[in-house]
């Protein structure tokens, strides 16, 4: 069986992966669930709804949500926005480039990050912006004056990225109407979680007032170079990975890429399906759940070379500053925390720190 290096907080870490051919996922590892009642305040409806979240996040950890509410004319106007970002000559994507960032910001250039240690550089581009409470549907002018410092130490929004792409009519625009669709969802979503885990519906409110709310453009462009060659390893459009926060949102077009490992270690492919998002888990929700929910590692081969690919992951996790233990609710006399408490930004930055120590480790080899 092969094997592949993950990277992980900690360090890289190796996992064997069955050699099978991908193939498509069957729909109860990968359910589709219908989240319209999270707009109505019916708690018989929520706990129902929240048993079929609680039974897709153990198991593989990923599953397609329908009926969301965030808007077609929305995802179509930051498919568009990305589509012309992305379509620029590089002298103008340039000007958003994330080294003058200070928290990953802006534009990644393809071919220079690497998501897993054993695959190839990822194929792909990016746009990165972050959380701004300015932009925060749930937040007054007199909020946004009066963050507190522990607060406003740790956001990580950048204006750079609206100065730089302020030249693409309505790019801006199109980028905060989706994220702050996003963002609501996920406030949402989030509260149907803490039913799953015999937790009051507003347990998690608190922790989600400036929350972990990362949205990112993704680009795999055409490669004529390969055409009729499939990814794999060697040429990697996302190389293959596990998400860090809580919760992920994904947007995919419908060209199709989205590999997932199954709990029996086999690649499944997770086709797009028409006004879904995909949503999985992420590494610290999974550890304050003391592993009883999945963070699934996946990755993205574009299942044709000679188109274009467009994706828009939304990153969710709970305030940066709050430091969190494991979830009462998942530990028993027999079942102690396995984890010590951490924030959610602390334990993002011990994985951003890795991957800057494994890139210059390799650079220097
Ligand atoms: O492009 C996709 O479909 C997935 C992207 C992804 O997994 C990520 O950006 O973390
Ligand atoms: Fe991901």
Known sequence: MPIITLR??????EKYVSDKEPRECALEEVPIIDVG?????DMAELRALADKIKAAATQTGFFYIVNHGVSRESTE??????????????ELKEKANRRQSRYFNGW????VQRACVSESLDHKEGFSFRYDPQFDPAKTDKDVQDIPDEISREIRGEQFVWDSTAHIAGFKDACIGYWQQCLELSRRL???FALTLDLPLTYFDKLVTYPGADCVLNYYP????HAGQPYNARNAG????????CLTLLWQDATGGLQVLNKDNEWVIVPPLKDSLVV?????LMRLTNDRFKSTVHRVYPVDTSCDRYSVPFFFGFNFNETCAVLPSCTSATEPAKYAPISCGEWCQLRFKQESFDDAVENAA
């Open 108 to 111: 990644q250039p393809p071919l």
């Open 280 to 284: 999985n888990i992420g590494d610290y």
């Open 37 to 41: 009642c999270l707009r109505t305040a």
């Open 222 to 225: 055409a490669q004529p170079a």
């Open 238 to 245: 996302l190389g293959a990975h596990t998400d860090l926060q």
């Open 190 to 192: 989030i509260q149907v």
């Open 77 to 90: 106007r930051i498919a568009d926005a990305a589509k012309r970002f992305f379509k620029q000559p590089v």
């Open 8 to 13: 992980s907080s900690y360090g890289p870490v």
